[in-house]
């Protein structure tokens, strides 16, 4: 009989690359935190620290509001109805491919919730 092979499960870290450490998304790239914050994001299942994550202030928020209406102003106010629904439809894909990874992860919180009040 045949040896079965099986692929690593949807929440596998071997099926994601994460860099050890995130700043804030503004203007197109990731940029550091003005106040340099940052906070740990953890797998609620293991305990595991996933990454370290930029804590966006008043500042930083205020960059990427001035980030977001330049970007209005300057190219997606300049996209047809169509080129918006082509876009959206694209980040949507996007979305739908992490899915089972995001169904697995909100899974593990709500059991580690559930079972916490029963853990010795």
Known sequence: ????EYAP???SRSLVDLRSSYGL???GAFVDP??????KTVNPATEEVLAEVGEASAEDVDLA???ARRAQARTWSLVTPSG???VTLTSRDSTA???PMNCQYSWAV???RLAAPFAT
């Open 110 to 112: 709500s059991v580690k």
């Open 1 to 4: 009989m045949a040896k079965l």
């Open 9 to 11: 499960a949807p929440e």
């Open 65 to 67: 509001v001035r980030a």
């Open 84 to 86: 918006r629904w082509t």
């Open 25 to 27: 998304f503004i203007d």
């Open 97 to 99: 491919v992490s899915a």
């Open 34 to 39: 003005v106040g340099g914050g940052a906070f």
